[in-house]
């Protein structure tokens, strides 16, 4: 099967720490026998900032483990005409996208994230009369729809999709509940590299990471945003120091909410407690997870996050918020959930597994392996999509429907 593959979240050469979750999948349908050819727009947002920063790269096209990416410039108004994305992304990579469906037309054209890549997929899709096959992840759904218009533009680019393949359970029923037929919502977990993610002996990696051997350590892992809960997590974070608790904290990741996080750190007084360490390759993440003795994710809001998959498949446990699909994936025992925003929560459900011995129990839920669930995607897009035509709609611009 050949794919196209549209997503903004998909490493590049200038954030080679972004979505690799997607490049690993990418990497899983190729090493399956599938071709796969990546448009990954970049934001020309993000460019200036990382002109400031000198780490700008003007390289528009790479090959990389078989996958030829494409990364067009992203033209878009920051922070306004938010239901219009959809139409300036699908404008932003217009030609490069015409010229691979002319050169070498996909079986099927996949998107990650509802809107706006999903939106720019569907119009890829519609130039050949191809299938189209979302992958929502999270907040596309969960965050994005509450936004009367934003929410306008993911129903129809989702009743549009011949399949949408959501990453849980919760999901799916979140889906569902906008209206979307039931019968075209598939669940897929995504995979772990399990040759990489798995347990191993913890003062090793700490060795091999310059930590201490003796001490507890929480680990968080991602993007500095707001929707991440990191505020929660450093009052937490002074909440365990006032309760005598000895512990540091590692931050794997960057992003735009750091400098005002460190400024927290100091107001807060645990600036000797939490270390930003600032992003990390993929490849070299697992000794972080095994040199840890909990992960911690006090997300407002997540779909079935790919840190916590790596955790479980690392033999750590976790600390999260009781938010979207990962009830799903924890373990009663091993792993606690708190509710969201709830410092206080947070600080006993850390102070907890920092103090108690590693349980014993059984997990209930394991990851699939990164070539497991290629197979299970490239199954129901086969299955699904064999069965189903493209649907037309008209085009959703500012929230509105146009012909």
């Not at 690993?24 to 399956?32: C, L, S």
């Not at 002319?102 to 994230?113: I, K, N, R």
């Not at 002074?238 to 107001?267: H, N, Y």
Request: glycine share 8%.
């Amino acid at each position: 099967m050949r794919l196209l593959f549209i997503t903004n979240n998909f490493p590049n050469p200038m954030q080679p720490t972004r979505g690799t979750f997607n490049f690993e999948m990418a990497k899983a349908f190729v090493a399956e026998g599938h071709t796969i050819e990546v448009v990954a727009p970049v934001s020309w947002w993000d460019e200036q900032q990382l002109k400031r920063q000198g780490r700008f790269d003007p390289s528009r096209e790479a090959v990389v483990a078989g996958i030829r990416t494409h990364y067009p410039r992203y033209f878009y108004p920051p922070k306004i005409l938010r239901s219009w994305y959809g139409y300036f992304m699908w404008h932003s990579v217009r030609q490069k996208v015409l010229s691979i469906l002319g050169q070498s037309p996909p079986d099927v054209v996949l998107a990650y994230w509802a809107h706006p890549d999903g939106y720019a997929a569907l119009q890829a899709a519609r130039q050949i009369g191809c299938p189209l096959v979302v992958i929502v992840g999270g907040s596309d759904v969960l965050v994005l729809c509450k936004n009367a218009a934003r929410r306008r533009c993911v129903v129809e680019v989702l009743t549009a999709a011949d399949m949408v393949l959501t990453v849980g359970r919760d999901l799916q029923a979140k889906i569902a509940a906008l209206g979307i037929p039931p019968e075209k919502i598939r669940v897929g977990y995504r995979g772990v590299d399990t040759l990489h993610f798995h347990p191993g002996d913890r003062a090793t990696a700490r060795q091999r990471l310059g930590l201490p051997q003796d001490g507890r350590l929480a680990l968080w892992v991602g993007r500095m945003e707001h929707v991440k809960g990191l505020d929660t997590l450093l009052e937490a974070c002074e909440i365990l120091k006032t309760m005598g608790v000895a512990f540091s904290l590692a931050l794997v990741g960057s992003g735009l909410l750091e400098p005002v996080l460190r400024k927290q750190c100091t107001a807060l007084g645990v600036q000797e407690q939490v270390r930003f360490v600032g992003s990390v390759l993929h490849k070299d993440l697992p000794d972080w997870y095994r040199a840890a003795n909990a992960t911690v994710l006090p997300s407002l809001s997540e779909g079935v996050p790919n840190v916590l998959l790596e955790s479980i498949a690392t033999g750590i446990p976790f600390v999260a918020s009781d938010v979207g699909g990962i009830p799903e994936i924890a373990t009663e025992g091993v792993d606690r959930l708190v509710p969201p925003a709830d410092p206080q929560a947070l600080a006993d459900a850390l102070e907890s597994i920092f103090r108690l011995p590693p349980s014993q129990a059984p997990r209930t839920f394991q990851p699939p392996s990164r070539s497991d669930s290629a197979q299970e995607f490239i199954r129901l897009i086969e299955t699904h999509c064999q069965r189903k035509a493209l649907v037309r709609l008209p085009s959703c611009k500012g929230g509105a429907l146009v012909s």
